[in-house]
């Protein structure tokens, strides 16, 4: 079944570009990963599923339903993580997540309590002396004290030190692992690939490709900097090797493929340094269009 | 109507409201225990009075009533706070819906299991809640203050009612149309500078109205609505142009149900 139906959605603010035509769908239960880079469309598709501005044209239903119409009774069982985070400053975090649980019809306090402890989250501090990652953190609870069946995380890990986003990357999969639909969108590929199990990217408002995370991984492309003595560029012209530049004793090439190939070719040589990466999101684009 | 929404919005506003009661009722009290020393000598004072022309009078509020009665100085007074009661009410309806914008909670509120309609009902609920605090608070102090310092003279008790009556129309006036220009306006960034002026602006302009005798400007200018002068000269309001305030505020309420529902919340970056 299908909890997220987007179809033809496009989205203009005045003359300005939103999102132009997006259809895809999100199926129960999976953890659909939305990149693309900054001014892309992730916020602007987020906000109009969640009904905080209204689409040009085109539909969208969550769970079966239309956004337009029928937005408060979708969210319900919706938690929503904003990329900001932003609180009501004179209030203390125990007075804020209480408002938050309010709205809904359960009883939230235990897993309020549980998500605080896990996030360790200072209850009694006004939201106004928090540091941006404890607001964050606060993002975090609020957003899931409900136990949604539908989770949007808008860049959820900007603020976060690593420590706690392994945490929030474990409760996310825990979530997951209780059936809850995950909606993760990001313009960083490796947490992507670390979580997803599809992804959709959104390029200068439109759609670029929907695929799964495996056939992304193969498709994925490698960036070798190679700096050695003695190096002749031009072994490095094999199958898979895209934009070899070389410049003194340096090459650096795009490589797609079994990695091995061109490990081989760099272990005979007297490397003095060497970094495979992956390419950001922007060479990844620029590959997908040339 | 969500009393989640409600409780949140009248416990934010709980501090304003008491400020701008106190201040109201303080003002109120201490305007009045000069009446009688100004009654006392009533005689030499109205002999002042009528050296200043007449024009500059009426544009003060004090052209038309006996300044040493007890209602005609009270009417003097209550310009005043009507020009405090509708700074308040603009504040609220200014800032009723935009300070989620300029606070960045809007996201907050606005993804929660609610319709518009229903954040609409709430909000204008609680901030109607606190303005009727203010007013009521408004009335006991008047009738307090009236009741230590008239000494023997008599007044006119369905006047002074009118008159205070006039108090939750002239609220809801400003209400509804600070609510409505702040969803026409991009950004309301501070609401203060909003709510001045426009209370200032009508007061002004209902002061020129009495200077220029330019009976136009009276159309629109909630202080000409229910000009206190009139009410207690002719113990009646002024009913066409009472009935005009209320067209415009069934009007602006109308018209910020349609414009909030359909409203794009922006973004917060």
Redesign the interface.
């Known amino acids: 079944m299908s909890v997220i139906e987007v179809s033809h959605l496009t989205k203009y603010?005045g003359k300005s570009r939103g999102i132009v035509d997006v259809s895809f769908n999100v199926e129960e239960g999976e953890i659909f990963g939305f990149i693309g880079p900054n001014g892309a469309g992730k916020?602007?598709t987020i906000?109009l599923l969640?009904?905080?501005?209204?689409p040009t044209s085109g539909t969208a239903k969550v769970f079966g339903k239309d956004v337009v119409t029928q937005?408060?009774?979708?969210?319900?069982d919706?938690g929503?993580l904003?990329?900001?985070v932003?609180?009501?400053?004179?209030m203390k975090v125990i007075d804020l997540l209480k408002?938050?649980a309010?709205?809904?019809e359960c009883d939230c306090k235990q897993r309020m309590q549980e998500l605080s402890d896990l996030m360790e989250l200072e209850m009694r501090r006004r939201i106004s002396d928090l540091s941006y990652g404890n607001k964050k953190k606060v993002g975090i609870v609020?957003g899931l004290l409900h136990s949604p069946k539908l989770l949007f995380l808008d860049e959820p890990t900007a603020g976060l030190d690593p420590l706690m986003q392994r945490k929030f990357f474990d409760l996310i999969r825990q979530e997951n692992a209780r059936g809850v639909t995950v909606f993760f969108s990001s313009h960083i590929l490796g947490e992507v690939q670390r979580l997803c199990n599809r992804v959709g990217i959104i390029r200068e408002g439109k759609i670029a490709e929907i695929s799964d995370i495996h056939t992304l991984q193969q498709n994925n492309y490698k960036k070798v900097r190679l700096e050695a003595t003695g190096l002749d560029p031009n072994a490095f012209n094999l199958p898979g090797v895209t934009n070899l530049q070389s410049e003194d004793s340096q090459v650096h090439f795009f490589f797609k493929g079994d990695i091995n190939t061109v490990l081989q070719k760099i272990a005979p040589l007297q490397v003095s340094d060497l970094t495979i990466e992956e390419p950001t999101l922007e060479e990844i684009f620029m590959h997908y269009y040339e | 109507m969500?009393a989640?929404i409600y409780l949140?919005e009248f416990r934010?506003r709980l501090r304003s409201v008491i400020v701008w009661s106190l201040s109201l009722a303080v003002m109120i009290f201490i305007f009045y225990s000069i009446f009688p020393a100004f009654s006392s000598q009533a005689a030499a004072i109205n002999d002042a009075l009528s050296k200043f022309p007449p024009a500059l009078l009426a544009a003060f509020g004090m052209g038309q009533v006996d300044m040493s009665s007890v209602l005609g100085f009270y009417s003097f007074i209550f310009l005043f706070a009507q020009v405090c009661l509708a700074i308040q009410a603009g504040n609220y309806g200014f800032g009723l819906v935009s300070v989620e914008e300029t606070?960045?909670?809007?996201?907050?509120l606005?993804?929660?299991?609610?319709?518009r309609m229903?954040i609409m009902d709430s909000k204008l609920l609680a901030a109607f809640t606190s303005l009727t605090i203010t007013n009521l608070v408004v009335w006991a102090s008047t009738f307090i203050s009236i009741h230590l310092f008239k000494g023997s003279r008599t007044y006119d008790l369905n006047a002074l009612l009118l008159l205070l009556a006039s108090i939750v129309i002239f609220q809801l006036f400003f209400l509804s149309l600070g609510l409505v220009i702040s969803l026409l306006v991009r950004r309301v960034r501070s609401v203060t500078p909003y709510s001045l002026a426009l209370g200032f602006g009508m007061y002004l302009l209902a002061a020129f109205s009495g200077l220029e005798g330019v009976s136009n400007l009276e159309l629109i200018t909630a202080f000409k609505h229910f000009d206190p002068n009139y009410i207690i000269q002719h113990q009646a309001y002024d009913t066409p142009l009472v009935l005009l305030n209320a067209a415009v505020t069934v009007v602006c309420l109308v018209a910020a149900y349609l414009l909030y529902v359909?409203r794009?919340?922006p973004?917060?970056?």
């Open positions: 603010y916020s602007t906000r969640l009904s905080l501005i209204h937005g408060p009774l979708i969210r319900r919706i929503y904003p990329s900001e932003y609180y009501y400053e004179g408002y938050s309010s709205f809904y609020q | 969500s989640t949140h934010t606070e960045l909670t809007a996201d907050f606005v993804s929660k299991p609610v319709s229903q359909r794009d919340i973004a917060v970056s």
